[in-house]
């Protein structure tokens, strides 16, 4: 069974940059495709981004490309998200997730293994 932990969240203001953090036990962690997807208050829960072992295999979504950054350090079963450039529209309750597989999968049924979530606030 995995376990996952995020941590980094916060409060930021708007133009600003968080890195959240997820740190997993249990399992093989270089095996798992880890992602990471957010949930704003009154919607659906969204991917973020997703990376798989190496970094050849990493995607993220349209409203993030060129300001949020996934990396993974295998050594110490962590994954991480850097986010840049941070406006309102990007608070939500992050979430980190986990699946066994070799693929990056934007679907959350995808992902066996979910963090507690971490919530991240922009203020404009």
């Known amino acids: 069974q995995v376990q996952l932990v995020e941590s980094g969240g916060g409060l930021v203001q708007a133009g600003g940059s968080l890195r959240l953090s997820c740190t997993a036990s249990?399992?093989?962690?270089?095996?798992?495709?880890m992602g990471w997807f957010r949930q704003a208050p009154g919607k659906e829960r969204e991917f973020v981004a997703g990376?798989?072992?190496?970094?050849?295999?990493?995607y993220y979504a349209d409203s993030v490309k060129g300001r949020f950054t996934i990396s993974r350090d295998n050594a110490k079963n962590t994954v991480y998200l850097q986010m840049n450039s941070l406006s309102p529209e990007d608070t939500a309750v992050y979430y980190c997730?986990?699946?066994?597989?070799?693929?990056?999968?934007?679907?959350?049924?995808?992902?066996?293994?979910w963090g507690q979530g971490t919530q991240v606030t922009v203020s404009s």
């Open positions: 997730a986990a699946r066994s597989a070799r693929v990056v999968s934007i679907s959350e049924d995808a992902y066996p293994y």
């Open positions: 990376r798989g072992w190496s970094s050849t295999t990493t």
């Open positions: 249990g399992g093989t962690f270089s095996s798992y495709v």
